[in-house]
């Protein structure tokens, strides 16, 4: 009897350190998740503001371009 209760103990005490385990591997695992999430919205706030110069850079040709043309119109 005895060495049946020192076999459950041992297993219970190896299945604690199998969930203790577990949920460090969880929590790494979720650590990880959260830094490659705030690496995504750090990548799509940089996209944003790519494409916000974009269309700066884009008005801005517009304007050139539209300046040029009413200058060339001007002198004709």
């Known amino acids: 009897a005895a060495t049946a209760e020192t076999a459950a103990h041992s297993a219970s005490a ?8 577990v949920l460090a591997a969880k929590d790494r695992v ?3 998740l959260a830094s490659q999430q ?7 706030a940089r996209r944003v503001a790519l494409l916000a110069e ?5 008005q801005t040709s517009v304007a050139l371009e539209t300046a ?7 002198e004709a």
């Open 68 to 74: 040029r043309r009413d200058g060339l119109a001007a």
């Open 54 to 58: 974009l269309a700066a850079a884009k």
């Open 14 to 21: 190896a299945a604690g350190r199998a969930t203790e385990a």
């Open 30 to 32: 979720e650590a990880e």
């Open 38 to 44: 705030r690496r995504m919205v750090e990548i799509e």
